[in-house]
């Protein structure tokens, strides 16, 4: 069983930037896709950016230019760095992989993140 770790979440003031680290238990390289998900109260859960094993990004449009997401696999993590916070990006961000080929769907505790105004 593969397990996901979030760390970085925290509180911020508007403008600021934090950095989310996704670590792996075992090689990143099992994953095909590795993304960072977010939820706000009262909402469903939204994709906010995810990157291939090929390198291949996504970006959800409310963060492009503001966040990127970047892999290293020597150290079997992901991670999310955000820049230009704003209050709307506050909300509990998750990390996730999935693999094709063993229709694997693995997900984080979540990590807080809180952007004030």
């Known amino acids: 069983q593969v397990q996901l770790v979030e760390s970085g979440g925290g509180l911020v003031q508007a403008g600021g930037s934090l950095r989310l680290s996704c670590a792996a238990s075992r090689s990143i390289f099992r994953f095909d896709v590795m993304g960072w998900y977010r939820q706000a109260p009262g909402n469903q859960r939204e994709l906010v950016a995810a990157?291939?094993?090929?390198?291949?990004?996504v970006y959800a449009d409310s963060v492009k230019g503001r966040f990127t997401i970047s892999r290293d696999s020597a150290k079997n993590t992901f991670n999310l760095q955000m820049n230009s916070l704003k209050p709307e990006d506050t909300a509990i961000y998750y990390c996730n992989a999935k693999s094709v080929v063993t229709k694997s769907d693995y997900w984080g505790q979540g990590t807080q993140v809180t952007v004030s105004s």
């Open positions: 990157i291939t094993i090929d390198g291949n990004t």
